[in-house]
């Protein structure tokens, strides 16, 4: 059992649908990153969420993490292929950081 | 200019053989890890070192061993190669533990054969 679990792990879409992805946890992190990895690269930052209840927005993409520190969801408006990517959640509990089990969304032009 | 360089991007080797894979960040960063992402893209912490501590993943072998000659670079060596090993490494690099993010290098593909 993994402390991060993502759900869905596989996600195919058509072009200009929504779609949440959801990082979940039953321990307390202090902090919560996500990272999209694409094929052959490192995974890069999109954004650190720090505040129980918190929203970011990065153009098309909303990240939210849960009220009580333990979740947070991505969902994405009117995905593109770009958009194409392996979706990671990470968390800090202080002392070390956990990846997620990870999300692969494939958007189908 | 790459922020976190590694090399070789791809590494294929017999078993039994000694490697090594390089690491630099040119990010100013004080802290630097070696990551293995698995078949399933599972990614878990090898190592992670700064100017005072190195910190060991308990499950990770002995085989492996993160060696530092400066704060910029992070190498990984890795004696008597198994077919298990074959993976995808990746080194990155962050401020203090990380807490705004890591940087991570594009990977480096380890085929044992």
């Known amino acids: 059992t993994q402390l991060l679990e993502q759900s869905p792990q596989f996600l195919s879409i058509q072009e200009g649908e929504n779609l949440t992805v959801y990082c979940n946890s039953s321990s307390v992190f202090s902090s919560l990153q996500w990272y999209r990895q694409e094929p052959g690269e490192g995974p890069v930052l999109l954004v650190t969420?720090?505040?129980?209840?918190e929203v970011k927005k990065l153009k098309r993409l909303t990240f939210q993490f849960g009220d009580a520190r333990k979740d947070s969801s991505l969902h994405i408006t009117a995905a593109q292929p770009g958009d194409t990517g392996l979706y990671l959640c990470a968390g800090n509990t202080g002392n070390q950081f956990y990846f997620g089990t990870g999300t692969s969304l494939t958007v189908i032009p | 200019d790459t922020a976190v360089s590694q090399t070789p991007k791809y590494l294929v080797t017999q078993m039994g053989n000694d490697k090594s894979i390089k690491c630099e960040q040119n990010l100013g960063h004080d802290t630097m890890y070696w990551y293995k992402q698995d078949s399933k893209k599972f990614l878990k912490i090898m190592f992670s070192y700064n100017n005072k501590e190195l910190i060991i993943n308990e499950t990770v072998p002995n085989r492996f061993s993160p060696k530092s000659p400066d704060k910029a670079h992070l190498n990984l060596h890795i004696n008597s190669l198994e077919l298990g090993d074959s993976a995808v490494y990746f080194c990155a690099s962050s401020h203090g533990t990380g807490v705004t993010g890591y940087t991570f290098g594009s990977g480096t593909r380890l085929t044992v054969v």
């Open positions: 969420v720090v505040t129980g209840g």
